[in-house]
T-cell receptor
Framework: EAEVAQSPRYKITEKSQAVAFWCDPI?????LYWYRQILGQGPELLVQ????????DSQLPKDRFSAERLKGVDSTLKIQPAELGDSAMYLC??????????????FGQGTRLTVV | AQRVTQPEKLLSVFKGAPVELKCNYS??????LFWYVQYSRQRLQLLLR??SRESIKGFTADLNKGETSFHLKKPFAQEEDSAMYYC????????????FGTGTRLKVLA
């Protein structure tokens, strides 16, 4: 069964360093999402792509976070410089279409980031 | 404002007892509601969606637009139902996106 792949699974980085996460969505899924999940909270949308275009990045802290999906397939989320408050689980998800009719989002295993 | 509220962080029930996980939403458009579940050491996955009106693993949820609720119910809880449950709202106006609640941890006690 096709799954969303994320790497790395775990990342420990020092404050002020750069860190990057990678996501490979299910083949054919046009919509890709990056979520941040802080312990004890639900996933919060950071950025959403439709193919290679950003359609929502209203909650992305653009002074330090960037995301790209150059060929409309896999995606990278970068943080530079990392801050202590960035410690969280970063989830990638993909869906076949941009919503409607109960479109299901499929999630990856996530990357657990710890900033020390 | 678009918001999903799950008032209970933790719900403990005994095996065989009925379960109801509460979910309320705030959305001015036509909502699409989902329940996602995360079992221990597994990824978040869809449990059910209101549009299908289906029953998955004995769970059902009815969208009540008057009360803006989408509570998840099961008549007889099983130990394997122990997991984290998230209610999610799909916004149908503008860019479609999923807004998640804070989640409820269900513990089914033997």
């Amino acid at each position: 069964e096709a799954e969303v792949a994320q790497s790395p699974r775990y990342k420990i980085t020092e404050k002020s360093q750069a860190v990057a996460f990678w996501c490979d969505p299910i083949s054919g899924h046009a919509t890709l999402y990056w979520y941040r999940q802080i312990l004890g909270q639900g996933p919060e949308l950071l950025v959403q792509f439709q193919d290679e275009s950003v359609v929502d990045d209203s909650q992305l802290p653009k002074d330090r976070f960037s995301a790209e999906r150059l060929k409309g397939v896999d995606s990278t989320l970068k943080i530079q410089p990392a801050e202590l408050g960035d410690s969280a689980m970063y989830l990638c998800a993909s869906s076949l279409a941009q919503g409607g009719a109960g479109t299901e989002a499929f999630f990856g295993q996530g990357t657990r980031l710890t900033v020390v | 404002a678009q918001r999903v509220t799950q008032p209970e962080k933790l719900l403990s029930v005994f095996k065989g007892a009925p379960v109801e996980l509460k979910c309320n939403y705030s959305y001015s458009g036509s909502p699409e509601l989902f329940w996602y579940v995360q079992y221990s050491r597994q990824r978040l996955q869809l449990l059910l969606r209101h549009i299908s009106r289906e029953s998955i693993k004995g769970f059902t949820a009815d969208l009540n637009k008057g009360e803006t609720s989408f509570h998840l119910k099961k008549p007889f809880a099983q130990e394997e139902d122990s997991a984290m449950y998230y209610c999610a709202l799909g916004t149908t106006s503008g860019t479609y996106k999923y807004i998640f609640g804070t989640g409820t941890r269900l513990k089914v006690l033997a």
